[in-house]
């Protein structure tokens, strides 16, 4: 999973860097396309293995990937109006959330494989929210 953090990150990187440059209409389409086809493939990956070692915390993490798809497709439609930076701020808090996601969520259910912790479903609070 780590590797594929390590990709999303950098897409989102270089989507952002190309927002804040003069944009490529083209690249842009292309990266945003990988940035959301990523995390959708990433996520259904992470959520099958969860599902297959029984993960008490699943229900709650489905649902920080639901808001952060929810993220992206507000994207998508910034990058479709033209809203540059706008666009380039909002790949800027994606990437942020992810890296928050990544610590927080994925480091709860890592701890739990490795047996190092019990992870009480509903009584975890909601994860990091991306800003408006």
Do not use: C, K
Request: charged share 30%; aromatic share 6%.
């Amino acid at each position: 999973m780590n590797s594929e953090h390590e990709v999303q990150i950098r897409l989102l990187e270089e989507l952002e860097a190309a927002l804040r440059s003069r944009p490529d209409r083209p690249r842009v389409s292309a990266l945003l396309h990988q940035v959301v086809e990523y995390a959708n493939v990433h996520f259904l990956s992470e959520e099958l293995l969860m599902r297959l070692q029984s993960y008490p915390g699943y229900d709650a993490h489905v649902g920080e990937h639901a808001r952060l798809m929810e993220e992206i497709r507000g994207l998508e439609r910034e990058v479709e109006q033209g809203h540059r930076e706008a666009s380039a701020d909002l790949a800027a808090a994606v990437r942020d959330w992810i890296v928050t996601h990544i610590q927080t969520e994925d480091g709860l259910f890592e701890s739990w494989l490795e047996g190092t912790s019990a992870v009480p479903d509903a009584a975890r609070p909601a994860g990091p929210r991306v800003p408006a």
